[in-house]
């Protein structure tokens, strides 16, 4: 059984920083490709970032040069490092880890955390 747990979320005014984490744990045999999606209110989920196994990394546009993704393999965790938020930014916050275990792969969510980007 493989479980995510992600943290970090908050209130914050415009030009502020955040640092989103998810770390996974269980029966985990290897993790592939690691990434933040957001949904905002009334919206569809949208990519945020992603990070390959070998750390390449993928931006969606409105976050290029604000947002950094990492992560660190020995503790199977994906970070979101989130620099001069703006309102627009405002969502929840969704992890989403491939996970390759002993008999199966599938790729998991974590459970969410709010950001709200407010003055």
């Known amino acids: 059984q493989v479980q995510l747990v992600e943290s970090g979320g908050g209130l914050v005014q415009p030009g502020g920083s955040l640092r989103l984490s998810c770390a996974a744990s269980g029966s985990i045999f290897s993790i592939d490709a690691m990434g933040w999606y957001r949904q905002a209110t009334g919206k569809k989920r949208e990519l945020v970032a992603t990070?390959?196994?070998?750390?390449?990394?993928n931006y969606a546009d409105s976050v290029k040069c604000r947002f950094t993704i990492s992560r660190d393999n020995a503790k199977n965790t994906v970070y979101l490092q989130m620099n001069s938020l703006k309102p627009e930014d405002t969502a929840v916050y969704y992890c989403?880890?491939?996970?390759?275990?002993?008999?199966?792969?599938?790729?998991?969510w974590g459970q969410g955390t709010q950001v709200t980007v407010s003055s």
């Open positions: 990070i390959t196994s070998g750390g390449s990394t």
């Open positions: 989403l880890v491939e996970i390759y275990t002993v008999d199966n792969q599938g790729d998991y």
